[in-house]
């Protein structure tokens, strides 16, 4: 830089500027003079990221070469995060030593691509540590809660330290909007209800908000009271809350345009005309890079808009659509998203038909794809709404027997996850199958123990069902499970109640584990036994299969009874009388019924000749009234008739 010419250092101490307008009119003047100058640059980077001309001050680090990048790591990094780069920002970020402002960029754009975990790790490091800078504390307060909904919405709630929300939750309306969300992903619904309602006054009661920035901050609010009122079921309410949604959604981002688009579609109790939500919800804006939805949310609205084409009869589109996805070769999956995109496309296949036309659609895609766990589940549906279970529970086992028999250790995962077997019981459940209920349990249960994370609600079915068995190989394996749980969660009443039935009968001490529980005079204060002895035992109804079995079973062994045939009157003779026994003979022709009596001596010798069993009078052959009434017997000839044909002698 020439001497004439002042540095920009020198011209900012010399002034006291403080609009950052004029600090950039500075750095343009002076770069004017030496584009080059690594601190006006780097001044002039700082100055676009405060007017959040991001964009600018990404073009302006890529023109300053290496030397501006490596001087100014920290405000490149953020440059892009802001700017949607946010693996490349978060590596940045990364390689910065001991720098604080470079965790919280790290945080941010890790959150931005989904490594939820990280996020929170970085956020609790910043929490034990002081913030010199006013509000950080509050900001990490706020991004970290954000952080562990986001867990838990990915079914990472484990890692989250702390589930309930506490006091300092109910200070701001981002706190308690982010606590709201979390125990909306953890199905509290009623305690999320009251944060949101929390989180939305203390929004209204803001003074340095303006109207509009009010309106965006109340609009995810909103949506997720919607989301709430939906799932509860109160339609009335939801219908409200979708039309203020309604009058808001114009002013905020493309993203939550569209989360609110969708809820308010969802909240419909009846559509009528399908083409009308189907092409609204077409409408909706690209996303840019900057604003992306997160996957959860991406993903359910696609299935939202499939859902829409079926409505409208558009089956050709989903099929295609999502033949795309399973074209690609996939082992089975648990993923709710791969089995929705299964489940529509039967769905489309059938033509959303239900009952036997269905499964007639759907059986030879199961044969095609045997190990597909959302068509399977679709199928069994489709079994148990036409009450064959036998069926279900078939497709169910061929599909069990698919998974252990592959070679993919990932599927046996599969195979035993707690849903799939949850759904195994429940199917043996219906008909009465104890034994089978037993043995899929301990199977699920023997296989997780193994497992670093084993699922604790599986184990804990499992070592319920075995606490009931007499076998002390399976008392011995309950006594296993529960006191695995038991050392990972004292204070579960259940699993402490389970570790001391299973200890019970063993040299095991489990006093202190047993003063923890509920006294067992407390359980049975208020029941009286001697009125339950003389109301007697209730004996449990029979399951469907087995009730189904046993009234066929007294079918066959009960006669069956002849059914009254009531006659229309145009069929009855006109002197029928109701109150007279009609003659059983009626059907037989004249002449055969035991009233006939023949007219003329012709006809009662005819009779008399053709009568059989009498008592024959006289050795003559031949015809003879005997007796009374005319009757006769006739004597069979020997040689047959007198008239018979001579035979011809064969020459």
């Given at each position: 830089?020439?001497?004439?010419?002042?540095?920009?250092?020198?011209?900012?101490?010399?002034?006291?500027?403080?609009?950052?307008?004029?600090?950039?009119?500075?750095?343009?003047?002076?770069?004017?003079?030496?584009?080059?100058?690594?601190?006006?640059?780097?001044?002039?980077?700082?100055?676009?990221?405060?007017?959040?001309?991001?964009?600018?001050?990404?073009?302006?680090?890529?023109?300053?070469?290496?030397?501006?990048?490596?001087?100014?790591?920290?405000?490149?990094?953020?440059?892009?995060?802001?700017t949607g780069l946010h693996q490349?920002?978060?590596?940045?970020?990364?390689?910065?030593?001991?720098?604080?402002?470079?965790?919280?960029?790290?945080?941010?754009?890790?959150?931005?691509?989904?490594?939820?975990?990280?996020?929170?790790?970085?956020?609790?490091?910043?929490?034990?540590?002081?913030?010199?800078?006013?509000?950080?504390?509050?900001?990490?307060?706020?991004?970290?809660?954000?952080?562990?909904?986001?867990?838990?919405?990915?079914?990472?709630?484990?890692?989250?330290?702390?589930?309930?929300?506490?006091?300092?939750?109910?200070?701001?309306?981002?706190?308690?909007?982010?606590?709201?969300?979390?125990?909306?992903?953890?199905?509290?619904?009623?305690?999320?209800?009251?944060?949101?309602?929390?989180?939305?006054?203390?929004?209204?009661?803001?003074?340095?908000?303006?109207?509009?920035?009010?309106?965006?901050?109340?609009?995810?609010?909103?949506?997720?009271?919607?989301?709430?009122?939906?799932?509860?079921?109160?339609?009335?309410?939801?219908?409200?809350?979708?039309?203020?949604?309604?009058?808001?959604?114009?002013?905020?981002?493309?993203?939550?345009?569209?989360?609110?688009?969708?809820?308010?579609?969802?909240?419909?109790?009846?559509?009528?005309?399908?083409?009308?939500?189907?092409?609204?919800?077409?409408?909706?804006?690209?996303?840019?890079?900057?604003?992306?939805?997160?996957?959860?949310?991406?993903?359910?609205?696609?299935?939202?808009?499939?859902?829409?084409?079926?409505?409208?009869?558009?089956?050709?589109?989903?099929?295609?659509?999502?033949?795309?996805?399973?074209?690609?070769?996939?082992?089975?999956?648990?993923?709710?998203?791969?089995?929705?995109?299964?489940?529509?496309?039967?769905?489309?296949?059938?033509?959303?038909?239900?009952?036997?036309?269905?499964?007639?659609?759907?059986?030879?895609?199961?044969?095609?794809?045997?190990?597909?766990?959302?068509?399977?589940?679709?199928?069994?549906?489709?079994?148990?709404?036409?009450?064959?279970?036998?069926?279900?529970?078939?497709?169910?086992?061929?599909?069990?027997?698919?998974?252990?028999?592959?070679?993919?250790?990932?599927?046996?995962?599969?195979?035993?996850?707690?849903?799939?077997?949850?759904?195994?019981?429940?199917?043996?459940?219906?008909?009465?199958?104890?034994?089978?209920?037993?043995?899929?349990?301990?199977?699920?249960?023997?296989?997780?123990?193994?497992?670093?994370?084993?699922?604790?609600?599986?184990?804990?079915?499992?070592?319920?069902?075995?606490l009931e068995s007499d076998k002390?190989?399976?008392q011995a394996t309950a006594r296993?499970?529960?006191?695995?749980?038991?050392?990972?969660?004292?204070?579960?009443?259940?699993?402490?109640?389970?570790?001391?039935?299973?200890?019970?009968?063993?040299?095991?001490?489990?006093?202190?584990?047993?003063?923890?529980?509920?006294?067992?005079?407390?359980?049975?204060?208020?029941?009286?036994?001697?009125?339950?002895?003389?109301?007697?035992?209730?004996?449990?109804?029979?399951?469907?299969?087995?009730?189904?079995?046993?009234?066929?079973?007294?079918?066959?062994?009960?006669?069956?009874?002849?059914?009254?045939?009531?006659?229309?009157?145009?069929?009855?003779?006109?002197?029928?009388?109701?109150?007279?026994?009609?003659?059983?003979?009626?059907?037989?022709?004249?002449?055969?019924?035991?009233?006939?009596?023949?007219?003329?001596?012709?006809?009662?010798?005819?009779?008399?000749?053709?009568?059989?069993?009498?008592?024959?009078?006289?050795?003559?052959?031949?015809?003879?009234?005997?007796?009374?009434?005319?009757?006769?017997?006739?004597?069979?000839?020997?040689?047959?008739?007198?008239?018979?044909?001579?035979?011809?002698?064969?020459?």
């Open positions: 830089m020439t001497s004439g010419v002042p540095s920009l250092d020198t011209l900012l101490r010399r002034t006291t500027i403080n609009d950052h307008e004029e600090i950039l009119k500075a750095c343009n003047a002076s770069l004017k003079q030496n584009k080059r100058a690594q601190g006006t640059l780097h001044a002039k980077v700082v100055a676009l990221l405060k007017l959040e001309r991001y964009d600018d001050a990404l073009s302006v680090l890529q023109d300053g070469g290496e030397s501006l990048k490596n001087e100014a790591q920290l405000e490149r990094s953020y440059t892009l995060y802001k490349e920002a978060r590596n940045i970020a990364r390689n910065i030593d001991d720098s604080r402002g470079a965790r919280h960029v790290e945080a941010q754009a890790s959150y931005r691509i989904e490594d939820f975990e990280h996020a929170a790790r970085l956020y609790y490091d910043l929490a034990k540590t002081h913030a010199p800078i006013d509000n950080e504390e509050n900001d990490i307060r706020i991004n970290g809660g954000a952080t562990d909904a986001q867990l838990e919405w990915s079914r990472h709630g484990d890692l989250v330290q702390r589930k309930k929300p506490g006091r300092e939750d109910m200070e701001a309306f981002e706190l308690a909007y982010n606590a709201a969300c979390a125990t909306i992903a953890r199905e509290e619904l009623t305690q999320a209800e009251v944060l949101l309602k929390r989180s939305q006054d203390l929004c209204n009661a803001l003074g340095d908000l303006t109207e509009e920035e009010k309106i965006a901050e109340l609009l995810p609010i909103r949506i997720q009271q919607l989301y709430i009122l939906i799932r509860l079921g109160k339609s009335e309410d939801a219908q409200h809350i979708a039309s203020q949604i309604t009058s808001l959604e114009l002013a905020v981002d493309a993203s939550t345009h569209i989360v609110a688009r969708n809820n308010s579609i969802s909240a419909s109790a009846e559509i009528k005309n399908p083409y009308l939500p189907q092409r609204i919800f077409n409408a909706a804006d690209l996303v840019p890079a900057t604003d992306k939805l997160f996957t959860f949310q991406s993903n359910r609205v696609e299935e939202n808009r499939l859902i829409l084409d079926l409505l409208v009869s558009k089956f050709g589109g989903v099929i295609k659509f999502t033949s795309r996805t399973m074209a690609k070769p996939q082992s089975p999956t648990v993923s709710s998203h791969q089995n929705i995109y299964s489940t529509l496309h039967a769905a489309a296949h059938a033509q959303c038909q239900l009952g036997k036309i269905g499964i007639k659609h759907m059986l030879p895609l199961i044969e095609e794809r045997p190990m597909d766990v959302g068509l399977t589940m679709v199928v069994i549906q489709l079994y148990i709404l036409t009450n064959n279970h036998g069926s279900a529970v078939s497709v169910l086992e061929s599909l069990l027997k698919h998974l252990e028999t592959s070679t993919s250790p990932n599927d046996l995962d599969v195979r035993f996850a707690p849903g799939l077997v949850a759904t195994t019981v429940s199917l043996y459940g219906i008909q009465g199958r104890k034994k089978e209920i037993k043995t899929e349990l301990v199977k699920a249960a023997t296989y997780w123990r193994h497992k670093s994370k084993p699922p604790r609600s599986l184990l804990q079915a499992a070592g319920l069902v075995l002390s190989e399976d296993g499970i529960f006191t695995a749980l038991h050392q990972q969660d004292t204070n579960s009443k259940i699993i402490t109640a389970g570790y001391v039935a299973a200890h019970a009968f063993s040299a095991s001490s489990i006093a202190e584990e047993a003063k923890g529980l509920t006294p067992t005079s407390r359980l049975i204060a208020g029941i009286d036994g001697s009125a339950l002895e003389e109301a007697g035992v209730l004996q449990p109804q029979l399951n469907t299969d087995a009730a189904l079995t046993a009234s066929r079973k007294r079918a066959l062994d009960e006669k069956p009874k002849s059914a009254k045939k009531r006659l229309r009157k145009s069929r009855l003779p006109k002197d029928h009388d109701p109150n007279k026994a009609p003659d059983p003979e009626r059907w037989l022709p004249l002449r055969e019924r035991s009233s006939y009596r023949p007219k003329g001596k012709k006809g009662r010798q005819k009779v008399a000749a053709l009568t059989q069993g009498g008592v024959e009078k006289g050795g003559e052959a031949g015809t003879g009234s005997s007796g009374k009434g005319g009757e006769g017997v006739v004597k069979a000839a020997a040689g047959g008739g007198a008239k018979a044909k001579k035979k011809k002698s064969k020459k």
